[in-house]
């Protein structure tokens, strides 16, 4: 597997990571083989540090550093929140034009966790596909701004006000997804890490890394006129 480099300098890089692969080995999925950190690492025949995480299902921005230092440095400020997030995603219905979603979460261990996100609506669509005793089928395109990084933050809090990410599973609509897999043959979770914005660790400038949307999201904005 060929990844898709987007920055790199003497201390960072940056991948376009594809929709189902996951950064580095799990034991909640100990039948993968194939994980970006190795990927990365054969590719550029040098030990990389994830500096933080995104979902399997999850495409876009994937930031290592290439040393131990930097890495903590990163770790610092992603675990500081100075880290600006931008993400992408398809949901179902007609979102607000602009909102904040201020819901605690429970992590793995069961203990609550305040979490927050902004979001954005870009586009909205309607379609002619009758759904669950309506004559069309209403989906936006919205960007969502993690102020915190919860696990599975942007994917439970849309879910939370009755606007689910497209091919979400569990916390998406199963009609919806059994719709676009039925329909469009799609079984790709529609979020997108777009850009991310930090403070670099070792110049201090600011820098902005972007990711392009894959064939697959864009497929479906073109299903959906969006």
Same mark, same amino acid.
């Given at each position: 597997?060929? =990844?898709?480099?987007?920055?790199?300098?003497?201390?960072?890089?940056?991948?376009? /990571?594809p929709h189902g692969?996951?950064?580095?080995?799990?034991?909640?999925?100990?039948?993968?083989?194939?994980?970006?950190?190795?990927?990365?690492?054969?590719?550029?025949?040098?030990?990389?540090?994830?500096?933080?995480?995104?979902?399997?299902?999850?495409?876009?921005?994937?930031?290592?550093?290439?040393?131990?230092?930097?890495?903590?440095?990163?770790?610092?400020?992603?675990?500081?929140?100075?880290?600006?997030?931008?993400?992408?995603?398809?949901?179902?219905?007609?979102?607000?034009?602009?909102?904040?979603?201020?819901?605690?979460?429970?992590?793995?261990?069961?203990?609550?966790?305040?979490?927050?996100?902004?979001?954005?609506?870009?586009? /909205?669509?309607?379609?002619?596909?009758?759904?669950?005793?309506?004559?069309?089928?209403?989906?936006s395109l919205v960007?969502?701004?993690?102020?915190?990084?919860?696990?599975?933050?942007?994917?439970?809090?849309?879910?939370? +006000?009755?606007?689910? +990410?497209?091919?979400?599973r569990p916390h998406?609509?199963?009609?919806?997804? /059994?719709?676009?897999?039925?329909?469009?043959?799609?079984?790709?979770?529609?979020?997108?890490?777009?850009?991310?914005?930090?403070?670099?660790?070792?110049?201090?400038?600011?820098?902005?890394?972007?990711? /392009?949307?894959?064939?697959?999201?864009?497929?479906?904005?073109?299903?959906?006129? =969006?």
């Amino acid at each position: 597997m060929k =990844l898709e480099v987007i920055y790199q300098d003497p201390y960072l890089i940056a991948i376009n /990571k594809p929709h189902g692969l996951l950064v580095h080995r799990s034991k909640y999925a100990d039948d993968v083989k194939v994980f970006a950190m190795q990927e990365l690492r054969d590719q550029i025949g040098q030990f990389v540090y994830p500096c933080h995480r995104i979902d399997r299902k999850t495409s876009g921005v994937l930031l290592f550093t290439l040393d131990e230092p930097n890495n903590s440095l990163m770790q610092q400020q992603f675990a500081a929140n100075m880290i600006k997030k931008k993400y992408l995603a398809i949901v179902r219905g007609f979102t607000n034009d602009n909102g904040t979603i201020d819901y605690a979460l429970v992590n793995e261990k069961g203990k609550e966790q305040e979490a927050l996100t902004h979001y954005k609506t870009i586009q /909205k669509s309607e379609i002619d596909v009758p759904f669950s005793g309506f004559n069309t089928s209403r989906y936006s395109l919205v960007e969502a701004y993690p102020q915190s990084g919860r696990l599975h933050q942007i994917r439970k809090h849309l879910a939370h +006000i009755h606007h689910p +990410i497209i091919g979400d599973r569990p916390h998406g609509c199963n009609k919806q997804n /059994k719709l676009f897999r039925e329909k469009w043959e799609m079984m790709t979770m529609m979020l997108h890490a777009a850009e991310i914005e930090f403070q670099h660790p070792v110049s201090n400038e600011n820098i902005t890394i972007t990711a /392009k949307i894959s064939s697959e999201f864009e497929r479906v904005m073109r299903l959906l006129s =969006l």
